[in-house]
């Protein structure tokens, strides 16, 4: 539950920028190109460290990372609200990308360390469902108008409250991790199965933050829709896709793999059928069949499949890589879109992102099933 609280509150407080781009560029006098270097900087020094991350996450004490982040992460995004410059508040996104670049591996790590089986799938399902929330979350209080017209309150509110979870992860994150001796010991546990994983890895959350970035902009220019039915429309895939993780993880057992392979192409189809349907009710329905499949849905089952074929003395050198090649997605995603949209063919952006569905999926196919092998943490390779 700690878990989920940490990732509602990261996703929250990305998605608040979504809505606020507009005052923030009247406020600094800053055009598209300027508004869209914040979200770039964000991931991409998020990105960039996702591997050293995973690197001291094997080596330092969670509590210490877990709490140092959130706060590095809170205090950053408050004092965006401050910021005397449009510069100044480049800067501290960069600063909050990097905080936050520990939580995933730290997070995960400390998990799959601590819990083991099937209650290791459950656990990462409510956890990765604080995403979905958090989306919404952001999402609908940042596009109320009086949260427009005080977004200086809303970013100050929302780096307190990150940074008030500081303390809840300081009392309940473990001290110490426990890694086992190997005589092979590697930096990361480079192995072909890793390799794979981050190639339907990349895949999926290409459409994921495609969708995280773009959709809104695409209903309301493209299908026409505003007010409530634009809200509905822009937080019913993350809504879905909160409780259908723990669905699909308490159903799946011990076909993960299989079920990652028949869920990556119906999300590849939903992302397809979204530019062709016209009528705004009929939309919802591919929206729906998205979050029953996505990234948000499928997330406990791939780092179920890495948890498991990473070896206990690089799993959150392993779980950073695979962190890693995702959020290449979240900076190739927002700029190749914004090409698109740029020539009015942002529908080209559902069609590649469909592709790459695609690709994640043939990867997946070349993945071995796992035959007897046992738990991450004992010595798996």
């Not at 979240?330 to 592709?355: E, I, K, T, Y």
Request: glycine letters at 12%; hydrophobic letters at 60%; charged letters at 10%.
């Amino acid at each position: 539950m700690l878990g989920a609280l940490g990732w509602t509150l990261v996703y929250a407080d990305r998605a608040v920028f979504g809505p606020l781009l507009l005052p923030i560029g009247r406020h600094f006098l800053v055009g598209p190109v300027a508004l869209g270097a914040l979200g770039s900087a964000f991931f991409l020094a998020y990105t960039l460290l996702q591997v050293p991350a995973g690197l001291v996450v094997d080596r330092w004490s969670p509590r210490i990372l877990l709490a140092g982040s959130f706060v590095v992460f809170g205090g950053a995004i408050g004092l965006g609200a401050v910021a005397p410059s449009f510069t100044w508040l480049l800067f501290l996104l960069v600063v909050a990308g990097a905080g936050q670049a520990v939580y995933f591996p730290a997070q995960y790590a400390a998990t799959a360390r601590a819990v083991r089986g099937h209650s290791r799938d459950l656990t990462t399902a409510v956890t990765n469902g604080g995403m979905g929330l958090g989306v919404a979350v952001g999402f609908g209080v940042a596009a109320w108008p009086a949260a427009i017209r005080h977004w200086q309150v809303l970013l100050g509110g929302a780096g307190l409250l990150t940074m008030l979870a500081a303390a809840l992860f300081w009392r309940a994150a473990p001290t110490r991790v426990s890694t086992q001796a190997s005589p092979a010991r590697r930096a990361v546990p480079w192995s072909p199965d890793l390799w794979l994983l981050c190639a339907v890895n990349f895949g999926s959350l290409f459409g994921f933050f495609f969708m995280l970035t773009w959709l809104p902009y695409y209903l309301e220019t493209v299908a026409h829709l505003s007010g409530g039915a634009l809200a509905l429309a822009s937080a019913l895939s993350p809504l879905v896709a909160a409780p259908a993780g723990v669905v699909w993880v308490r159903l799946i057992k011990e076909g993960r793999l299989f079920a990652i392979r028949a869920f990556l192409p119906v999300a590849a189809l939903s992302l397809l059928a979204v530019p062709l349907i016209r009528s705004a009710g009929l939309l919802l329905l591919p929206l729906v069949v998205y979050g029953l499949t996505g990234k948000l849905a499928t997330d406990p089952l791939i780092l179920g499949e890495a948890t498991r074929r990473l070896p206990a003395h690089g799993l959150g050198a392993g779980l950073g890589v695979l962190n890693f090649s995702g959020m290449l997605a979240s900076v190739v995603a927002p700029f190749v879109a914004g090409l698109f949209a740029q020539g009015g063919r942002l529908a080209l952006g559902f069609d590649l992102a469909a592709a790459l569905l695609g690709v994640s999926l043939l990867a997946s196919l070349v993945l071995a099933p796992l035959r007897g092998q046992g738990e991450a943490g004992l010595g798996v390779n």
